[in-house]
């Protein structure tokens, strides 16, 4: 034991005391102001979840109408193509009937026009 005087240490002690007091009210400040920030930063974490489900959602959605626009076009093409084989059918069709006309009118010319004018090639009512 320390043979000092009483009255000298227990002013150092209340000074330490004292000193001890203020660290703690000061950790307790810091330890209300980091609350406050963890409170704060739970909400801001829980806001920017709030938005990445929210732009999540918008993909998904958007996903969704390019899968369904893609099977629409894909449908639209496949009617495109028959249309456009039909059309090819048509058009051999024409051709075809087009070319029985010119050879039955060809035909028809040919019956009449006369024999003698036939070997000359000259068509009927043509200038000779």
Same mark, same amino acid.
């Given at each position: 034991m320390t043979h000092e005087p009483l009255e000298p240490r227990v002013t150092a002690l209340e000074r330490e005391a004292a000193s001890t007091r203020e660290i703690a009210e000061d950790a307790h400040a810091d330890a209300a102001v980091a609350r406050a920030l963890?409170?704060?930063?739970?909400r801001e974490v829980g806001e920017v979840h709030e938005h990445l489900r929210a732009h999540t959602k918008v993909l998904n959605a958007l996903r969704e109408t390019q899968l369904e626009? !893609?099977?629409?076009i894909d449908r639209l093409q496949a009617e495109f193509f028959g249309f456009k084989n039909e059309m090819v059918?048509? /058009? &051999?069709?024409?051709? !075809?009937?087009?070319?029985?006309?010119?050879?039955?009118?060809?035909?028809?010319?040919?019956?009449?026009?006369?024999?003698? /004018? &036939?070997?000359t090639g000259s068509m009927p009512g043509s200038p000779s």
């Amino acid at each position: 034991m320390t043979h000092e005087p009483l009255e000298p240490r227990v002013t150092a002690l209340e000074r330490e005391a004292a000193s001890t007091r203020e660290i703690a009210e000061d950790a307790h400040a810091d330890a209300a102001v980091a609350r406050a920030l963890a409170s704060a930063a739970s909400r801001e974490v829980g806001e920017v979840h709030e938005h990445l489900r929210a732009h999540t959602k918008v993909l998904n959605a958007l996903r969704e109408t390019q899968l369904e626009q !893609g099977q629409k076009i894909d449908r639209l093409q496949a009617e495109f193509f028959g249309f456009k084989n039909e059309m090819v059918g048509f /058009e &051999r069709e024409t051709r !075809g009937g087009f070319a029985m006309l010119a050879a039955g009118m060809q035909h028809i010319t040919m019956l009449l026009t006369p024999p003698d /004018e &036939r070997s000359t090639g000259s068509m009927p009512g043509s200038p000779s």
